[in-house]
């Protein structure tokens, strides 16, 4: 059969952001894959260099448009143990519950770009129209939908009252009804099965070796989630279950994610009934003492890194960012090889693909 | 793998039930969008409040803010809203409470140059206002 | 005679249905979906739209051929018409226009496998395959559950099959199996969703019509959606004929209603399935489908013979 | 507290490790804030070190590597992961902006190698595919982190 390059990218209907993908087609089989990155690179770790702690917390919330409020958290968190301040209670709560409603959002978004691209448009309607709901309340919360700036070195900007605490459970109740329609579907819809199943495996092994992280990895079988593994507040307080399967297929994964979504409204309950009074930030110095700092947390989709060095001035030395998307893009050309060309959204997909992070 | 009758039209009540339901999504253009109501949008600024410090420029991480001093007391603040990344950061950094962004949805423009706006006018004359 | 071919049942209505159809089906998807869907001129405008964009081709196409082959497509679709009654009006009928009907509706895939064909794109070629691949799927499920009806009703004249029903019953209510696997037949032949895999476009885009653009491309939208009128009447004609229990109505409504329910049908498939892979297809059109549709042949020999 | 001794427990494992595989390298070992602890190696130690962290001690999630242009040299930040993080750190100067590839036992860590080679100049020796990985067709090789 006449092999044919099949161009993904760098716009393509599948994509919802620019990177290339040269696929060698065989009739309906790729046998070869090459992948090309860059697209949407900003440079954002050499802006960062020359700006203000303040205004870099604004620029690196822009580095994904999805789970913008975990890059800012790691930042302040790196920057505030440079400073060496203890954080009130109240803000750390409050910096995880929005940590939380961020991951449910990016996984029912993921969801819906699943469901897309599998042509299960209804699913990706539904599972949008859920993620309204999480905008909604991020928004009156913190005043954006995504993008959130809620976060400051030393704390956060909002406040929760008492009643919007009340109305918020209530809101969290109906959206849990809301993802466990969504979770029944993924356990028991035939056609969504049938397209995610045995599609895009993983062993543990190669999850190993690749350093894959996040949802790829729990759905491989590596029991990993930082929120569990290095207990900060107010993690060490509340109770969860990080959901792992053992299939590592593209099913497994949007098994793992939906159940985590569940678990994060879990979380995001018990934060809020947990809340302590107390007041939301602390006063810093606007210069940070000269030293080096890694600092991890749990995105959406996995281990975020920031390596920060301080020279003792109000800018950075460097600030290095490491985003999941970027381990899980390396697993794509072992995945891509001796797949349908159908399954090839399928697998694209099943990493929840995230360019403007892993190009930065 | 599991295979019965019910998981093959699994969606088929879901679906009926938001049918019943009735559609949830507005028809933008035609119908105002939905803000909550912490909502940050449009910058407003409370021209008595302004000192003219500068905070709100120094800490503004989009350049959207200038600051054109002529003197101690005479200067002008602009606001560019094309960079303006409504991040709230000069709500934050003004030590007077003058500047704010306000629960208003500003829609887009097709015209950049009619946004440049004058925040704070402190010049000697002011030029008239119904110009 | 020309009132019948131009006007009704002819051109003029298959253009209004067409029209009608396509925005309840866009409007039903849309409620399903929890959207609110389109207006009612929406079709008519995307229709007008499309013949005032650029006309373009890439190189290396045969532009006759290209300009030919949905002309093809929309006359197989009008010709098939011809022979399909509604409500009881048709314009031309004879023993054994049943099978003229199905071939005539079969080209328009030869048509979309020849417009992938003759396309330089390489989503254009991997369309072309797969919706060849899949007309060797659907195709004989299809023809065998449509030529139920005429085994059971020893005709192949549709509208021998439509008297047929009227003495007896609707052929939905006594062959519900082959009712079933006509509608699944017709999504696969209207590549509509759950089976528009040769233009699924998380995939190939566009499949055979990406490179296509402007009046070709409205012409095409034109086809698609009258072969879903005229494969719905089919449909209503087989298995919903004129039955006694409706004969205090008058025909006309009747059959609107029930090709709409069809329609509805089609609608709700599309809501609540998942997009099926080429392979799968095969498999469910040659395992599944093809033994079943055998069966109920072999039910209906024994019923009506 | 129990994590708090087990980590210290460990390091001191990876420690005396490190000294018996080099006994001519002067480590130096800090504690930074956020579980984290630095080492400091000598660059041509970085491929054994890193494989006895993986093989003995089980660090088998490099979470990334660092590049900084110090002004003075390259410095390379080893960031390991394994409930606790380890970041072994190196020190290249100008004139040997050379280490050993880590992709032999980590494929994982080809990305940001390519990363490391475009941005800072600093060549893998022996990856396999050490291409630009964000810069555009028409980069010119220079290296945007470089400070001079």
């Not at chain 3, 072309?128 to 799927?137: A, P």
Request: glycine letters at 6%; one cysteine or more; proline letters at 6%.
């Amino acid at each position: 059969m006449t092999k044919i390059i099949v161009p993904i990218g760098p716009q393509h209907p599948l994509l919802k952001e620019p990177v290339s993908f040269q696929l060698t087609v065989e009739g309906e089989h790729v046998t070869e894959s090459a992948m090309r990155l860059g697209y949407v690179h900003r440079g954002i770790e050499r802006l960062c260099q020359e700006r203000t702690y303040v205004q870099n917390i604004h620029l690196l919330e822009r580095i994904c448009g999805i789970c913008s409020h975990v890059h800012t958290t790691t930042f302040c968190q790196g920057v505030e143990a440079l400073l060496g301040v203890k954080l009130p209670s109240r803000a750390l709560y409050l910096r995880a519950l929005l940590c939380e409603l961020e991951r449910i959002h990016s996984h029912l978004l993921w969801l819906g770009v699943l469901a897309l691209n599998i042509g299960f448009d209804t699913i990706f309607m539904y599972a949008w129209h859920d993620r309204e709901v999480v905008l909604d309340i991020m928004e009156d919360l913190s005043g954006g939908r995504v993008s959130h700036a809620v976060n400051i070195v030393g704390g956060v900007r909002f406040d929760l009252t008492d009643d919007r605490r009340v109305t918020l459970l209530r809101q969290l109740n109906g959206l849990e009804e809301q993802v466990r329609i969504l979770l029944g579907v993924v356990e028991h819809e035939q056609t969504l099965q049938a397209r995610t199943r045995n599609v895009g495996r993983l062993s543990l092994e190669q999850i190993r070796r690749y350093c894959v992280v996040g949802p790829v990895a729990r759905a491989s079988g590596l029991d990993v989630d930082l929120r569990r593994d290095m207990p900060r507040p107010p993690y060490d307080g509340l109770t969860f279950q990080v959901p792992v399967r053992q299939e590592g297929d593209v099913w497994a994964r949007t098994l793992v994610r939906m159940l985590e979504t569940v678990e994060s409204v879990h979380l995001c309950r018990q934060m809020l009934d947990l809340l302590p009074p107390g007041p939301v930030s602390t006063r810093v110095s606007r210069r940070v003492p000269a030293g080096e700092v890694v600092s991890r947390t749990e995105a959406p989709r996995g281990e975020v890194v920031y390596y920060i060095r301080s020279d003792g001035s109000d800018k950075p030395a460097r600030v290095k960012v490491r985003t999941p998307t970027l381990t899980n893009l390396i697993t794509l050309p072992s995945q891509l090889e001796n797949v349908n060309m159908a399954d090839v959204s399928v697998v694209l997909s099943g990493v929840d693909l995230c360019i403007a992070c892993a190009d930065r | 793998m599991g295979f019965s009758l019910r998981s093959i039209v699994y969606l088929l009540p879901q679906v009926w039930r938001v049918l019943r339901a009735g559609p949830l999504t507005v028809q933008f253009p035609f119908a105002p969008p939905e803000l909550q109501e912490g909502y940050r949008g449009q910058v407003v600024v409370d021209a008595a409040r302004c000192r003219g410090c500068s905070l709100c420029v120094r800490d503004c991480p989009a350049f959207a803010l200038e600051l054109e001093r002529e003197g101690r007391e005479e200067y002008r603040l602009i606001y560019h809203p094309d960079r303006c990344a409504y991040c709230g950061q000069c709500e934050l950094s003004c030590q007077f409470g003058a500047i704010r962004l306000s629960n208003t949805f500003t829609r887009a423009t097709a015209d950049r140059d009619t946004l440049t706006r004058v925040l704070v006018d402190r010049r000697p004359s002011p030029p008239p206002l119904d110009e | 005679m020309l009132f019948k071919l131009l006007i009704f049942p002819g051109f003029l209505f298959l253009l209004l249905c067409a029209f009608v159809f396509d925005w309840v089906d866009r409007r039903m998807l849309a409620r399903f979906q929890g959207r609110v869907g389109p207006p009612w001129y929406q079709p008519v405008a995307d229709f007008i739209k499309l013949p005032t964009k650029e006309d373009t081709l890439p190189q290396g196409v045969n532009a006759t051929v290209a300009a030919a082959l949905p002309m093809l497509a929309l006359a197989a679709v009008l010709t098939a018409s011809v022979y399909v009654p509604v409500a009881g009006v048709v314009s031309a009928s004879f023993e054994g226009d049943l099978i003229v009907v199905l071939f005539l509706l079969s080209l328009p895939a030869l048509t979309y496998f020849l417009a992938g064909w003759i396309s330089v794109g390489v989503y254009s070629i991997l369309g072309g395959h797969r919706s060849l691949l899949q007309y060797f799927s659907y195709e004989v499920p299809f023809l065998m559950a449509v030529a139920g009806p005429a085994v059971l009703s020893g005709s192949w004249s549709i509208a021998s099959i439509v008297a047929y029903q009227a003495q007896t019953t609707w052929g939905a209510v006594m062959q519900p199996l082959g009712f079933v696997l006509a509608v699944v037949g017709l999504i696969g032949k209207l590549k509509r969703d759950p089976l528009d895999i040769p233009k699924a476009k998380s995939e190939v885009v566009s499949g055979s019509l990406t490179e296509f653009s402007g009046r070709k491309l409205a012409l095409w939208r034109l086809s698609m959606n009258m072969q879903t009128v005229v494969g719905i009447f089919l449909l209503v004609n087989l298995f919903f004929g004129e039955s006694r229990f409706f004969d205090v109505l008058p025909a006309f409504p009747v059959f609107g209603l029930k090709a709409l329910s069809i329609l509805l049908l089609l609608a709700t498939a599309s809501a609540i399935y998942a997009r099926l892979r080429i392979d799968q297809l095969a498999d469910l059109g040659w395992r599944i489908l093809a033994p079943l549709a055998l069966l109920q042949i072999l039910a209906n020999v024994g019923i009506g013979g | 507290m129990n994590r708090l001794l087990r980590q210290l427990h460990l390091f001191e494992e990876i420690f005396s490790a490190f000294q018996a595989a080099f006994p001519d390298d002067p480590l130096t070992v800090q504690a930074m804030p956020i579980d984290e602890t630095f080492v400091t190696l000598a660059p041509e130690h970085i491929h054994e070190a890193c494989e006895i962290l993986v093989e003995r001690f089980d660090f088998y999630h490099l979470s990334t590597i660092t590049g900084l242009d110090t002004g003075a040299a390259v410095e390379l930040f080893y960031h390991f992961w394994n409930a606790y993080g380890i970041t072994l750190r190196t020190a290249l100067p100008y004139t040997a902006l050379r280490i050993a590839t880590l992709t032999d036992f980590i494929p994982g860590a080809a990305f940001y190698e390519r990363e490391l080679y475009t941005m800072l100049g600093v060549v893998f020796e022996g990856h396999v595919n050490l291409q630009p990985l964000l810069q555009p067709d028409d980069w010119d090789g220079s290296h945007p982190l470089r400070k001079t």
